[in-house]
Each structure stands twice: as structure tokens, then as C-alpha cells.
């Protein structure tokens, strides 16, 4: 079926530094969204995008936070600087509409040491 | 507040034996709800979802769930589990007013016994 891909699968960093999570997504869809996992937590939504705009975001989502995607390509999420509660597995989905199925990657393991 | 519940956070059946997964969800509207599962270093990969209708939905490899309003529940079932059903199983609401964001359970870990 569709396939999302994520890339790194593991990213360690040290707290400050920028990261950058990319997310290849299901080359005819439309919508993307970034979910975040800790540790033995559920899976918390961040933030979904439509249209070069993000459309909604969580509370989790903060202004260290950012996410674009430029002509198309990478879907990515930005953190600047990171900070060690930012360890966490994000998922990144897409959709080919905001009712239909999300097809998601296997994660990225963010570790900000 | 929306939410999502599954109460168990490991599930040991043995192989060839009947499964259930259970999932609790907290909406006043009408729900969308979805199954989703998640093998060892894969995405989470859809079972099966419920938008309206029949109450009982089927999905992949046999896994079926039922809708239940009255007891806010959307249980995963499965007749006769296969060991590859290993894996994390996830319930997910959908919140219309939300922009169809999801809203997740914590996850089942489902282990088959040889």
C-alpha cells in the first residue's frame, strides 16, 4: 500500500541545537500531520498542514516548533533550539483528504541529550 | 474532554485462540472511530474504521470491531489469532469539530503464545 517515510529513523542531539525531521509522504496527498509519542505516553497530535499553511496545531506545538513544505518536496518538522522534554518518537502521517484515511511513517526517535 | 482509553497495555493469548482488544472513548458527538496497528519498526498501518451504519465493521486479516454507543466502546476482535498478529494496537477517535485530528489510546502490545 501507500507509504510514508521518515528520515532519520533515530536522531540524537544535543539540547540548543536545531533538528530537522523529514517526512516523505504519500506522493498524491494533500494533508500532513505530525504526531508525537513519549515514552509509554499516547500518541499526542502536533500539528496538521493543507496548502502550503499550517490548519491546526496543539497546544504542544511550540514556537520552537515549525513545519513546512517547499515546492513539494520533504515534509518537515523544525525544532529551534530543543530541549529535552522534545525526546519523544514523532510520527509523521498523510491524507489524501482531511476525512480520509492517514497513512502514517514508522517514526522518527528524537533524543535531545 | 475528548479521549481515547485502552485499558490494557498487554494482551497474551495463545496461538489459534480468540482476541479481544479493548478501547473506551469519551465524545458527546457522534464518533469516527479507527483501529490502527503497528508492526515491530513499521508505520501504523489502518485495520479497520467506523464512520456510521453497521455497528460491527470488518477490516484486514480478519480483525472485525463493534461500535457500541451505549457503552461508548469500540472493542477490536479476532476469531483465531495468527503469531504475525504480534504487534501495538492503537484505538483512535476523530474529533469532527477538530479538523478530523485524531485523538489516540495509549496502545495495546499484543503477545501470541506458541
Known amino acids: 500500500g501507500p507509504k510514508v517515510l521518515q528520515i532519520p529513523s533515530h536522531q540524537i542531539i544535543d539540547m540548543g541545537q536545531m533538528v530537522t525531521l523529514n517526512c516523505d509522504p504519500v506522493?498524491?496527498?494533500?494533508?500532513f500531520y505530525w504526531y508525537k509519542q513519549i515514552l509509554g505516553q499516547q500518541m499526542e497530535f502536533l500539528v496538521n498542514?493543507?496548502?502550503?499553511?499550517?490548519?491546526?496545531k496543539s497546544k504542544l506545538f511550540k514556537d520552537q516548533f515549525s513545519v513546512e513544505r517547499p515546492d513539494g518536496s520533504y515534509f518537515t518538522l523544525k525544532i529551534q533550539p530543543t530541549a529535552l522534554e522534545d525526546s519523544a518518537v514523532y510520527f509523521c502521517?498523510?491524507?489524501?483528504?482531511?476525512?480520509?484515511?492517514?497513512?502514517f511513517g514508522a517514526g522518527t526517535r528524537l533524543s535531545v541529550l | 474532554a475528548q479521549s481515547v482509553t485502552q485499558p490494557d497495555a498487554r494482551v497474551t493469548v495463545s496461538e489459534g485462540a480468540s482476541l479481544q482488544l479493548r478501547c473506551k472513548y469519551s465524545?458527546?458527538?457522534?464518533?469516527?472511530l479507527f483501529w490502527y496497528v503497528q508492526y515491530p519498526r513499521q508505520g501504523l498501518q489502518l485495520l479497520l474504521k467506523?464512520?456510521?451504519?453497521d455497528p460491527v465493521v470488518q477490516g484486514v486479516n480478519s480483525f472485525e470491531a463493534e461500535f457500541s454507543k451505549s457503552n461508548s466502546s469500540f472493542h477490536l476482535q479476532k476469531a483465531s489469532v495468527h503469531w504475525s498478529d504480534s504487534a501495538v494496537y492503537f484505538c483512535?477517535?476523530?474529533?469532527?469539530?477538530?479538523?478530523?485530528?485524531?485523538?489516540w489510546g495509549s496502545g495495546t502490545k499484543l503477545i501470541i503464545k506458541p
Open positions: 483512535a477517535l476523530s474529533i469532527m469539530d477538530s479538523n478530523y485530528q485524531l485523538i
Open positions: 465524545y458527546s458527538a457522534t464518533p469516527y
Open positions: 467506523y464512520y456510521s451504519g
Open positions: 506522493s498524491n496527498h494533500l494533508y
Open positions: 498542514f493543507y496548502n502550503g499553511k499550517v490548519m491546526e
Open positions: 502521517a498523510s491524507s489524501l483528504d482531511s476525512q480520509n484515511t492517514l497513512y
